[in-house]
């Protein structure tokens, strides 16, 4: 199987992921539960991923990294903890329903700042009409659909002139796309641990500005047993019950591996092989390829359009084939119908630091057999 879905899940992982995973099972129980040696590799473990994880993203103080079970888990707090009913909100017009649906469900009057595919100065000047008077602003680093890497930085910009808490959802971008988190300035950032950043399924991280949040979740932690609250220090006021000590085993595992390899490097890998797989594509007709004109502005994501075949026909023909793309809305009709394909979906094609020149050009090869 040439495995081209990565935007949904890192199905390719180091072994070194899978080891600490079955490593953590064998040898940690419940970190903050007691003094024994299970329970305190399980406590250095977590702390060790923390640490990694704030290094990675530039955040001052490990407490500020939050474990969540995925960015849709993290996303929840963020805009819980800053939006209440009737709230104005403003959001690109390329983000997920892990946005689009927390804040139609906390009641907030949503403000989309839309603007074209790969045009971030038309991106900034939707937003600078719509922060004025916004309570907050959510804005993806990099669309999911489209591997377009919006201008985040210059939107936070705005944001800290206007005085609007912004949260970035960084699942497309984490583990490729630098995120200085001190930096931008923004209250919150989330993400997948399943994704770039190579870790297991049930793994997320909630970067936090400061302690003023609202926790979705109230149990123990190990620490304050005797109050009824949650305790109002980070990370333990978002960090109830048990800890999935193999999944983050697994995450500073996937997190240890691109600290080696570097973001930058892996991100220059799938660019290379996007490159090569729509250079293959590019003249053919009845093929439309949603590419950028400046590879700055696009990860190792590609959506691709086949006039003949229905999208969600093409991507079985092509698992027929040994080729593992995803297909249909990529639970993003905002971005569909930003960029004009909401009616009939695309194909994407994901590419990821373990897959090859060989399989990009055979997936293209595979996508000539269909036309």
């Given at each position: 199987?040439?495995?081209?879905?990565?935007?949904?899940?890192?199905?390719?992982?180091?072994?070194?992921?899978?080891?600490?995973?079955?490593?953590?099972?064998?040898?940690?129980?419940?970190?903050?539960?007691?003094?024994?040696?299970?329970?305190?590799?399980?406590?250095?473990?977590?702390l060790?991923?923390?640490?990694?994880?704030?290094?990675?993203?530039?955040?001052?103080?490990?407490?500020?990294?939050?474990?969540t079970?995925?960015?849709?888990?993290?996303?929840?707090?963020?805009?819980?903890?800053?939006?209440?009913?009737?709230?104005?909100?403003?959001i690109?017009?390329?983000?997920?329903?892990?946005?689009?649906?927390?804040?139609?469900?906390?009641?907030?009057?949503?403000?989309?700042?839309?603007?074209?595919?790969?045009?971030?100065?038309?991106?900034?000047?939707?937003?600078?009409?719509?922060?004025?008077?916004?309570?907050?602003a959510?804005?993806?680093?990099?669309?999911?659909?489209?591997?377009?890497?919006?201008?985040?930085?210059?939107?936070?910009?705005?944001?800290?002139?206007?005085?609007?808490?912004?949260?970035?959802?960084?699942?497309?971008?984490?583990?490729?796309?630098?995120l200085?988190?001190?930096?931008?300035?923004?209250?919150?950032?989330?993400?997948?641990?399943?994704?770039g950043?190579?870790?297991?399924?049930?793994?997320?991280?909630?970067?936090?500005?400061d302690?003023?949040?609202?926790?979705?979740?109230?149990?123990?932690?190990?620490?304050?047993?005797?109050?009824?609250?949650?305790?109002?220090?980070?990370?333990?006021?978002?960090?109830?019950?048990?800890?999935?000590?193999?999944?983050?085993?697994?995450?500073?595992?996937?997190?240890?591996?691109?600290?080696?390899?570097?973001?930058?490097?892996?991100?220059?890998?799938?660019?290379?092989?996007?490159?090569?797989?729509?250079?293959?594509?590019?003249?053919?007709?009845?093929?439309?390829?949603?590419?950028?004109?400046?590879?700055?502005?696009?990860?190792?994501?590609?959506?691709?359009?086949?006039?003949?075949?229905?999208?969600?026909?093409?991507?079985?023909?092509?698992?027929e084939?040994?080729?593992?793309?995803?297909?249909?809305?990529?639970?993003?009709?905002?971005?569909?119908?930003?960029?004009?394909?909401?009616?009939?979906?695309?194909?994407?094609?994901?590419?990821?630091?373990?897959?090859?020149?060989?399989?990009?050009?055979?997936?293209?090869?595979?996508?000539?057999?269909?036309?």
């Amino acid at each position: 199987m040439i495995y081209l879905d990565s935007a949904a899940t890192s199905f390719l992982k180091p072994a070194s992921v899978r080891y600490a995973v079955s490593e953590a099972m064998r040898t940690m129980s419940s970190p903050g539960r007691g003094g024994y040696e299970s329970a305190m590799r399980a406590a250095d473990t977590v702390l060790d991923c923390r640490v990694a994880l704030a290094d990675l993203f530039c955040v001052r103080d490990p407490a500020q990294v939050v474990f969540t079970s995925s960015a849709t888990h993290g996303l929840n707090i963020a805009i819980r903890s800053l939006v209440r009913p009737g709230d104005r909100v403003v959001i690109s017009g390329y983000e997920h329903n892990a946005v689009w649906r927390p804040l139609h469900g906390v009641g907030a009057d949503i403000a989309v700042a839309r603007a074209p595919l790969f045009a971030p100065d038309a991106m900034v000047r939707a937003f600078r009409e719509l922060l004025p008077g916004a309570k907050a602003a959510v804005c993806t680093q990099v669309s999911n659909v489209f591997g377009y890497i919006l201008p985040v930085e210059r939107i936070a910009d705005l944001c800290r002139e206007q005085g609007v808490p912004l949260i970035v959802d960084a699942s497309q971008s984490a583990g490729t796309v630098g995120l200085d988190f001190d930096r931008l300035g923004c209250a919150f950032a989330a993400m997948p641990g399943h994704k770039g950043l190579l870790g297991p399924q049930g793994t997320g991280v909630l970067l936090c500005r400061d302690e003023d949040v609202t926790p979705l979740f109230y149990g123990g932690t190990g620490s304050l047993s005797r109050q009824a609250a949650m305790p109002e220090f980070l990370p333990d006021r978002l960090e109830p019950g048990t800890h999935n000590v193999p999944g983050v085993a697994g995450l500073l595992a996937g997190v240890k591996w691109l600290e080696r390899r570097t973001c930058p490097a892996v991100l220059a890998h799938e660019r290379e092989l996007l490159e090569l797989f729509s250079r293959r594509l590019e003249q053919e007709k009845g093929l439309r390829l949603f590419r950028a004109a400046d590879p700055a502005l696009q990860t190792g994501v590609l959506s691709v359009q086949i006039d003949a075949l229905d999208c969600e026909e093409a991507a079985a023909r092509l698992g027929e084939k040994g080729v593992a793309v995803r297909a249909g809305l990529h639970c993003a009709p905002l971005a569909h119908e930003t960029a004009g394909t909401l009616e009939e979906g695309t194909v994407r094609f994901s590419f990821s630091p373990f897959n090859t020149e060989r399989e990009a050009m055979a997936a293209a090869d595979a996508v000539l057999e269909l036309l």
